[in-house]
Nanobody, 124 residues
Framework: QVQLVESGGGLVQAGGSLRLSCAAS????????MGWFRQAPGKEREFVAA????????DYAVSVKGRFTISRDSANNMVYLQMNSLKPEDTAVYYC?????????????????WGQGTQVTVSS
């Protein structure tokens, strides 16, 4: 069982940066792949980024590649999403997810563990 709590959201101007954090609880956190998703009003939840349990492999949505960076600190049960060059279209609630299988974590419906989300608003 893994419990996830996101933080770090807020209001930022276009071109600015934010770093989201996801605190995980559970003895086996280090064995989980971790992902970030986002959901804008009226839209489906979409994949943003993922990282393997070891941190050695990452994956990004095309829309954020080169601007966002996912990382993890397994010793402290933390996952981060560094977001740079933010755009108004990045505005959404951002969610952290955990899955034992990295190969499916990018598919939202296949993730059993979710945080409550943190709001990111980018003004133009």
């Amino acid at each position: 069982q893994v419990q996830l709590v996101e933080s770090g959201g807020g209001l930022v101007q276009a071109g600015g940066s934010l770093r989201l954090s996801c605190a995980a609880s559970g003895r086996t956190f280090s064995s989980y792949a971790m992902g970030w998703f986002r959901q804008a009003p009226g839209k489906e939840r979409e994949f943003v980024a993922a990282i393997t349990w070891s941190g050695g492999i990452t994956d990004y949505a095309v829309s954020v590649k080169g601007r966002f960076t996912i990382s993890r600190d397994s010793a402290n049960n933390m996952v981060y999403l560094q977001m740079n060059s933010l755009k108004p279209e990045d505005t959404a609630v951002y969610y952290c997810a955990a899955n034992t299988d990295y190969n499916v974590i990018s598919t939202a419906r296949k993730n059993a563990y979710w945080g409550q989300g943190t709001q990111v608003t980018v003004s133009s």
